[in-house]
């Protein structure tokens, strides 16, 4: 299975932007999903992840509040409504899969990165 995330781009500090991460087929389709971001020289950050149902969710603290969430099983996509948006926020942001049970934000543990979209937030 492959990731693309997209959606990613240039916005104002307090802007928003939505990201997209569509799956190539529905393999894995039941399976926890999260997103993650990096920025060059560090490793990758755990933003979220969300269950097949879409009932249960995680955010990392640092985006608790400001970021949503989601997935359209029926789609194969899952999404990221980001407000509120910081500069601090800026970082390529990826999709995977969650394949192994264990700490949410163990990135270890996802697999099938998506190709990562960057979103840069000016101050």
């Known amino acids: 299975v492959q990731l693309q995330a997209s959606g990613g781009g240039l916005v104002q500090a307090r802007g928003s932007l939505r990201l997209s991460c569509a799956a190539s087929?529905?393999?894995?389709?039941?399976?926890?999903k999260g997103w993650f971001r990096q920025v060059p020289g560090k490793g990758r950050e755990f933003v979220a992840n969300?269950?097949?149902?879409?009932?249960?969710?995680y955010y990392a603290d640092s985006v608790k509040g400001r970021f949503t969430i989601s997935r359209d099983n029926a789609k194969n996509t899952l999404y990221l409504q980001m407000d509120s948006l910081k500069p601090e926020d800026t970082a390529v942001y990826y999709c995977a899969i969650k394949v192994a049970s264990g700490t949410s934000s163990d990135d270890a543990l996802y697999r099938y990165w998506g190709q990562g979209t960057l979103v840069t937030v000016s101050s």
């Open positions: 969300i269950n097949y149902r879409g009932d249960s969710t």
């Open positions: 087929r529905r393999a894995f389709s039941s399976f926890v």
